[in-house]
């Protein structure tokens, strides 16, 4: 039982740390924040699909890219939300046809985003504007590049970096 949770939580992590790299890189091109974004870490919300340990991974990976990009306490709290509720979206539609898996977190972030610009950041541009520029980078890096990376973890040999048997090892006895 013990390395199961050690499994999920290693999964967490290398997922949160990887959300991490993929954002601060895409920032310094300057397409992680703003009305304008596409988070090529957001691919990465196609994951629960393979492994529930993704949905804490990516709401902490993308807790820490928000802080580290400078966002404001609200994008932090309600863009986490958006990831949070996108990720258990995916796990959720695990089991229907996988042009679904993107659906959740596209929806979420255009519904939360343009309210986050709008009232945390206060961007003149209308709402319905920031709606579908958001929708446009999600569409981006859920649908496709998410749908890219299904495909390529989709694989017998893939799958096992997921679903891998937990050997449980002895445990010393004392003498």
């Known amino acids: 039982m013990r390395n199961k949770k050690v499994l999920f939580i290693t999964q967490g992590a290398v997922i949160a740390a990887i959300y991490v790299v993929l954002t601060y890189i895409v ?8 009305v304008i974004q596409v988070r090529l870490s957001e691919a990465l919300t196609i994951l629960p699909v393979f492994t529930p340990a ?11 890219s928000n802080i580290l990009t ?10 986490s939300l958006a990831t949070l509720i996108g990720a258990v979206g995916t796990y959720l539609l695990r089991k229907h046809h996988r042009i679904l898996y993107p659906l959740p977190p596209i929806i979420a972030n255009t ?4 309210l986050v610009l709008t009232y945390a950041y206060g961007v003149p541009d209308a709402l319905w504007f920031s709606a579908l520029t958001v929708c446009a980078g999600e569409v981006i890096s859920c649908g496709v590049l998410g749908l890219l990376l299904y495909h390529g973890l989709d694989n017998k040999y893939c799958r096992r970096l997921f679903t891998a048997k937990v ?7 004392p003498l």
């Open 167 to 173: 050997k449980q090892t002895k445990q010393f006895e």
């Open 70 to 79: 400078g966002a404001v306490i609200w994008d932090v709290i309600f863009g």
């Open 27 to 34: 920032s310094l091109l300057g397409l992680t924040n703003g």
């Open 54 to 64: 993704a949905i804490p991974g990516l709401v902490v990976g993308c807790v820490i």
């Open 111 to 114: 519904v939360i985003v343009p």
